[in-house]
């Protein structure tokens, strides 16, 4: 149902935040069903057909450098971004030569794991892994594209990989070697809420119209599991939120649009890019809405649950949508909708209780401008939140904040190293058969060989990267590009903001970034006394595709740069190389990590490269290199608790 709200004053709000407009409210409310409840699947026994079949998911194989990509594939974490800009000039950050924070540090996932291991191998090869971590009860998750696994506290690994299609009750990404498929998963989310002792684990689901094919229906959707109790290996309960926004299902209709032959048709929108928060009355996601088979970004959604229903197992929960693009809401800027407003995620039980209960968001404005570069963020504000388990009236505002400049950064290089597989594919010498020659053959089909080189590695696009409320204050890092001293090239850095709510004002801020090499998507957590972690990529001249952490405070902002693993090896995956321009010419890289606090330790988790081998060793070993990677990438991921 559809309500709209009377001309809501806020005095006391106006006064410190200036709001852009204070106008009258527009709230979608829904109710939906819990779906499923059930244990955690066990991993079955490999599938005798693993290594055949289709290696690529379709649904994903659209090009993230165009927001107008359309046709029957999609981009999945889709930017709107003109950059990149200019750099801001930095001195650069110290490189600490010890580690004393340091308790524990441990591999994660691997792209064998995903594919191989997970769902016996009924897996699509994926770039990137997605990073999901939450942490408590004496238990880490780690959940990345398209794949999940739980330890306890010491890294004792307590399950197997298991496929994120069997943790939500589908069937498989695809049965090998030739289907069929299961629906399409990306962007895990998760964290462990400690008012409740519940997990929550977020992804974002795109439905096929004929599981005998690759082909989408349309319909997409948020699922959302909840622990049963504060065991993640137990039971676990499900609930699905339709958001493809086109009339059907119980969604609005924004207008998205599609491809047919010439011409453009209506058609579903895209819930891109879910990440979460919660406060304590409810639990939230936002996405970024684009037309999913068609040209053009609609804008930022909110949806607001009821965290108790969520969490006591509800047979309904309600859910309410906010559509930043929405006029009638006022919180535009400059006639822009938001993007990538992300959620705050409170420290323990540090709620924001003014104003009936408020969760806070944080959005950056670069990606609009077409120079890369601005000094504003939004802070929105969603207060009400008490209103959530009964009659929902909720109000949305949003305020500008100034800040120091940041801007789009360029793409990262790395350090050079064997890069087995671009050599592969670029090679014309190998005898594959009697007759035939090119290692190129041996990993696709078509013609060859394929130029390839190492390759540039992706850097985000000025998005906010983790918000966290955490000692009465609002903590957010993002990407930003860099023209650090004694450093000819610009890099990609970290800015970040500590922001008192309640006057708009920024507290602390500055830029992390180190010369001849480039940080990469920062994930932050803060603990209840306001000490916090910056975990990110460090990559450059000097460093193959490494775990980096710093800390920070509110005093003196990140301090010394530190690395928790170093990386064995460059970046070696499909992303970026020829011949699979349809899957994208960026060179994939984690489009995010993750950060979690617990008590009084900071978890974090950051994609690097764990493992290296020369082009003989790959050739030779069936493409495994001791299964430490696949013939078509070499991700993995490092998961490091530090006492700050």
């Given at each position: 149902m559809c309500s709209r709200l009377g001309l809501v004053l806020r005095f006391a709000l106006v006064v410190a935040l200036l709001p852009l407009v204070v106008s009258a409210q527009s709230q979608i409310v829904r109710q939906i069903p819990l779906t499923r409840s059930g244990p955690l699947p066990q991993t079955p026994p490999v599938n005798a057909n693993g290594e055949q079949g289709v290696e690529f998911d379709s649904a994903l194989a659209g090009d993230d450098d165009s927001s107008d990509a359309g046709g029957p594939s999609i981009s999945v974490n889709r930017t709107i971004s003109k950059?990149?800009?200019?750099?801001?000039?930095?001195?650069?950050?110290?490189?600490?030569?010890?580690?004393p924070e340091l308790s524990l540090s441990l591999d994660g996932l691997n792209h064998f794991q995903q594919r191989f291991i997970?769902?016996?191998?009924?897996?699509?090869?994926?770039?990137?892994?997605?990073?999901?971590?939450?942490?408590?009860?004496?238990?880490?998750l780690e959940t990345v594209n398209d794949v999940l696994r739980i330890f306890d506290t010491a890294g004792k690994p307590l399950t197997a990989p298991t496929a994120l299609n069997a943790f939500y009750g589908y069937a498989p990404a695809i049965t090998r070697p030739a289907g069929p498929f299961g629906p399409s998963i990306t962007d895990p989310s998760c964290t462990f809420d400690v008012q409740t002792q519940r997990w929550f684990h977020v992804v974002l689901t795109l439905d096929r119209a004929?599981?005998?094919?690759?082909?989408?229906?349309?319909?997409?959707?948020?699922?959302?599991?909840?622990?049963?109790?504060?065991?993640?290996?137990?039971?676990?309960?499900?609930?699905?939120?339709?958001?493809?926004?086109?009339?059907?299902?119980?969604t609005p209709d924004h207008g998205c649009v599609q491809v047919s032959k010439t011409k453009l048709i209506h058609g579903p929108c895209l819930g891109d890019y879910p990440h979460i928060g919660a406060d304590a009355n409810g639990f939230y996601i936002t996405t970024n809405e684009f037309s999913l088979a068609g040209p053009g970004?609609?804008?930022?959604?909110?949806?607001?649950?009821?965290?108790a229903q969520l969490a006591t197992?509800?047979?309904?929960?309600?859910?309410?949508?906010?559509?930043?693009?929405?006029p009638s809401l006022g919180v535009q800027l400059n006639g822009t909708p938001g993007f990538t407003v992300w959620p705050a995620l409170s420290t323990g039980n540090q709620f924001e209780g003014g104003q009936g209960g408020t969760?806070?968001?944080?959005?950056?404005?670069?990606?609009?401008?077409?120079?890369?570069?601005?000094?504003?963020?939004?802070?929105?504000?969603?207060?009400?939140?008490?209103?959530?388990?009964?009659?929902?009236?909720?109000?949305?505002?949003?305020?500008?904040?100034?800040?120091?400049?940041?801007?789009?950064?360029?793409?990262?290089?790395?350090?050079?190293?064997?890069?087995p597989l671009a050599q592969c594919l670029s090679d014309s010498t190998l005898q594959v058969s009697a007759t035939l020659f090119g290692c190129w053959r041996l990993v696709v089909g078509g013609k060859g060989p394929f130029p390839n080189t190492e390759k540039v590695v992706d850097s985000n696009d000025s998005r906010i990267q983790g918000v966290a409320l955490a000692n009465g204050k609002i903590w957010a890092v993002l990407d930003t590009a860099l023209s650090i001293d004694g450093d000819t090239t610009s890099r990609a850095g970290i800015a970040y903001f500590v922001i008192n709510p309640h006057s708009g004002k920024v507290h602390q801020q500055g830029y992390a970034g180190l010369a001849g090499n480039n940080l990469t998507y920062p994930a932050l957590a803060v603990t209840q006394s306001g000490r916090g972690v910056v975990g990110f990529t460090l990559l450059g001249n000097d460093h193959y595709p490494s775990a980096g952490y710093a800390g920070i405070d509110d005093k003196i902002g990140m301090g010394d740069l530190h690395v928790a693993a170093e990386g064995l090896g460059p970046d070696d995956g499909f992303t970026g190389y020829n011949p699979v321009a349809s899957n994208g010419t960026r060179p994939r890289w984690g489009d995010y990590g993750a950060a979690a606090s617990d008590g009084n330790s900071i978890w974090i988790a950051n994609e690097y490269i764990n493992q290296t081998c020369t082009f003989s060793a790959f050739v030779n070993s069936n493409f495994r290199c001791g299964n430490t990677r696949t013939q078509l990438a070499n991700w993995g991921t490092r998961i490091s608790k530090i006492v700050p």
């Open positions: 950059g990149p800009g200019s750099g801001m000039l930095h001195h650069g950050s110290a490189k600490a030569k010890s580690n997970a769902a016996g191998g009924n897996q699509f090869s994926l770039e990137p892994p997605d990073q999901g971590l939450c942490v408590g009860n004496g238990f880490v004929d599981p005998s094919k690759q082909d989408l229906s349309g319909a997409n959707h948020l699922d959302v599991a909840v622990s049963a109790t504060a065991d993640p290996t137990g039971l676990w309960n499900i609930y699905r939120l339709p958001v493809q926004d086109d009339g059907t299902q119980g970004f609609h804008g930022a959604q909110i949806y607001a649950f009821s965290k197992g509800a047979p309904a929960v309600t859910v309410v949508q906010f559509d930043t693009a929405d969760e806070y968001f944080v959005s950056s404005e670069a990606v609009f401008q077409d120079t890369g570069v601005d000094t504003r963020l939004r802070l929105w504000s969603l207060s009400n939140t008490s209103s959530l388990d009964l009659f929902p009236a909720l109000n949305l505002s949003a305020a500008v904040v100034s800040t120091i400049p940041y801007a789009v950064p360029s793409r990262s290089i790395q350090k050079p190293g064997d890069v």
